[in-house]
């Protein structure tokens, strides 16, 4: 069984940081691909960045571009997103998917396992 458990999440005020790590159990991270995403209420589950084993770059969504960064340990099979000058608009539920796939995209339906997320609440 595949489990993805995200934690970090947490209240910081505008311009702070934050690191988030999904742990996986039953699934190699240098196997297939994973990604965060980013939901709130009422909106579509957005792409945040993500990294496929194919080439193991690593893409993010221009609205973190150069603010967030995605690192992977594969030996303790844990992604991170070190969020850094976090804004209110970066507040949402952040979630952690993996897909056997070696090619990953940004988009939610290519991703066979998720973890239950972890909110993040930016303050103004």
């Known amino acids: 069984e595949v489990q993805l458990v995200e934690s970090g999440g947490a209240l910081v005020q505008a311009g702070g940081s934050l690191r988030l790590s999904c742990a996986a159990s039953?699934?190699?991270?240098?196997?297939?691909?994973i990604a965060w995403f980013r939901q709130v209420p009422g909106k579509e589950r957005e792409g945040v960045s993500c990294?496929?084993?194919?080439?193991?770059?690593?893409n993010y969504a221009g609205s973190v571009k150069g603010r967030f960064t995605m690192s992977s340990d594969y030996a303790k099979n844990t992604v991170y997103l070190q969020m850094n000058s976090l804004k209110p608009e970066d507040t949402a539920v952040y979630y952690c998917?993996?897909?056997?796939?070696?090619?990953?995209?940004?988009?939610?339906?290519?991703?066979?396992?998720w973890g239950q997320g972890t909110q993040v609440t930016v303050s103004s």
């Open positions: 039953g699934f190699t991270f240098d196997a297939g691909s």
């Open positions: 998917a993996a897909t056997t796939a070696t090619l990953a995209t940004m988009t939610a339906s290519w991703y066979e396992y």
């Open positions: 990294i496929g084993s194919a080439d193991r770059s690593t």
